[in-house]
T-cell receptor, first 113, second 113 residues
């Protein structure tokens, strides 16, 4: 157990809909990262928040947005969903920026029908 | 554009023998490399890393080798154990703060008794 929690575990929805994925980092961790893993693909970095502020962006679609709240939990919002958005979405947290200290949650599996 | 490539989707090794997982990268700006291990229904967990100023890093049964001229890194596991069966991802960063980790597609390692 990494200490990072993600809800929900599974999400099934239809095209055109909007969903929110939630991540609670480990206690004391200020950084939250979001990654997408599509079928047979590696993890794709989406976005990084540090203490409530956006710090880095990857190839995140404009239909996707994220935020980190004062209690440090983070939400990833996916809107106008398409079939291709079906993937595993992981969040990771770290107390600082060091890569070996990124702790991953178990992921949310999103299925868009 | 796949900047980090793991060309072997799967690898099968006998228990007690050496497992060698390979990873190639194209971006010469990458200067920090990591290996993550992932079990089903769990997020990736950090295994070992190496900075570009080194060509080898060892941690117990795990050794990572970096060949910068060939833009190639490998993970050696000796001796291989059944618990090592998992998907292994290599990842790279253009700075040690790793705000953007670029992952390979993963290699599924199976250790046979």
């Amino acid at each position: 157990d990494s200490g990072v929690t993600q809800t929900p575990k599974h999400l099934i929805t239809a095209t055109g809909q909007r969903v929110t994925l939630r991540c609670s980092p480990r206690s004391g961790d200020l950084s939250v990262y979001w990654y997408q893993q599509s079928l047979d693909q590696g993890l794709q970095f989406l976005i990084h928040y540090y203490n409530g502020e956006e710090r880095a962006k990857g190839n995140i679609l404009e239909r996707f947005s994220a935020q980190q709240f004062p209690d440090l939990h983070s939400e990833l919002n996916l809107s106008s969903l398409e079939l291709g958005d079906s993937a595993l979405y992981f969040c990771a947290s770290s107390v600082n920026f060091l890569p070996n200290e990124q702790f991953f949650g178990p992921g949310t599996r999103l299925t868009v029908l | 554009d796949q900047q980090v490539k793991q060309n072997s989707p799967s690898l099968s090794v006998q228990e007690g023998r050496i497992s060698i997982l390979n990873c190639d990268y194209t971006n010469s700006m990458f200067d920090y490399f990591l290996w993550y291990k992932k079990y089903p229904a769990e997020g990736p967990t950090f295994l070992i890393s190496i900075s570009s100023i080194k060509d080898k890093n060892e941690d117990g049964r795990f050794t990572v080798f970096l060949n910068k001229s060939a833009k190639h890194l490998s993970l050696h596991i000796v001796p291989s154990q059944p618990g090592d069966s998992a998907v292994y991802f290599c990842a790279a960063s253009a700075d040690s703060r790793a705000q953007k980790l670029v992952f390979g597609q993963g290699t599924r390692l199976t250790i046979n008794p």
